[in-house]
């Protein structure tokens, strides 16, 4: 019995990616069903057995086993080919989501009134300002001007950083001393970018643990200047997510979305990972979107997230 569609040359990067993830959990479920012709008495037992050893979370698990025992039930499945090929439906399902949460490129083409503002957060370590880097060489390659501002004040060589980073991408920088207020970076950075009719503007911030309440304030303070300059500013809020942290990154999307409104999430790291199923859990959770992937070290290495590759490749 053959489950799996043959690759494309196309989509053979995207699954070496996804290769420990998909290794370690789903190809439990794809080996399982292969050895069954049909469907016994505890099939959705050990599906839900399966799907809690990941990294989706309980509630998104037994939300799809729900589904999946209703479906059953209904359309009397006779073999685990179909109940296979629903499961793939169901997760599928959970993915989609709704139209105005469209891609980031999109949504700065169709702002009007430059520049989009676009501030990023996310914990210490989880890759965020090389994430910075990553996505404005992506948007300068898409003929965008961008300006970073360099709002990590407090971390040791976070502005030495983010200014090879700049250089590398060719984009403008906007910095202070260390130590310095970084809402005053921020301010200083809208206004320049204002005055020079830039198209996209990038506030780095510095990478804060999400139980540190007196840094996730902060965050509050930045975006709260900015609007002293535009008035609809952060246009958008990325949360940088280290895919390897698995569980920790639902109660990260939790504290950093009581602070400031997420609209969209960076998944980093996913190449060296085997728990890439969390991708799932939050954006059924969250219903938040993730625009891009990051997979390697490189300026290049930012992916834009397609949740049907994702799927196919996984299955």
């Known amino acids: 019995m053959m489950f799996l569609k043959k690759e494309s040359e196309k989509n053979i990067t995207f699954d070496n990616e996804l290769k420990k993830t998909r290794e370690s959990f789903f190809s439990k479920i794809k080996n399982f069903f292969l050895k069954k012709s049909k469907i016994e008495e505890n099939i959705i037992d050990y599906i839900e057995n399966i799907l809690l050893s990941a990294d989706i979370g309980v509630k998104t698990t037994l939300k799809i086993i729900s589904n999946l025992e209703k479906r059953v039930k209904k359309e009397k499945y006779k073999d685990s080919k179909e109940l296979f090929f629903f499961l793939k439906e169901e997760i599928k399902s959970l993915l989609k989501i709704k139209k105005e949460k469209e891609c980031l490129e999109k949504k700065i ?53 983010i200014e090879i980073l700049a250089r590398e991408a060719k984009v403008s920088l906007i910095k202070q001393h260390m130590y310095s207020d970084p809402a005053s970076v921020a301010y200083d950075t809208l206004q320049s970018a204002k005055s020079k009719k830039k198209d996209v503007v990038l506030i780095d911030t510095a990478g804060r643990l999400q139980n540190r309440i007196d840094l ?78 990051g997979i390697g070290e490189k300026m290049k290495d930012l992916k834009k997230f397609n949740e049907k590759k994702f799927i196919d490749s996984l299955f």
């Open 109 to 161: 083409k169709n702002h009007k009134k430059k520049p989009y503002v676009i501030m990023m957060v996310g914990v210490n370590g989880s890759g965020k300002t090389t994430t910075i880097g990553k996505l404005a060489f992506l948007l300068k390659k898409k003929g965008l001007d961008l300006v970073i501002g360099a709002s990590d004040t407090f971390r040791a060589a976070a502005i030495d950083q």
């Open 216 to 293: 996730m304030k902060e965050l509050s303070k930045i975006s709260r200047v900015m609007k002293k300059i535009i008035p609809e500013s952060p246009h958008e809020i990325i949360l940088v997510l280290d895919a390897s942290t698995g569980q920790n990154a639902f109660e990260q999307v939790r504290k950093f979305s009581s602070f400031v409104k997420i609209s969209s999430i960076i998944l980093t790291k996913i190449e060296g990972t085997a728990k890439g199923g969390v991708i799932i859990g939050i954006i059924d959770q969250f219903k938040i979107p993730i625009q891009y992937l």
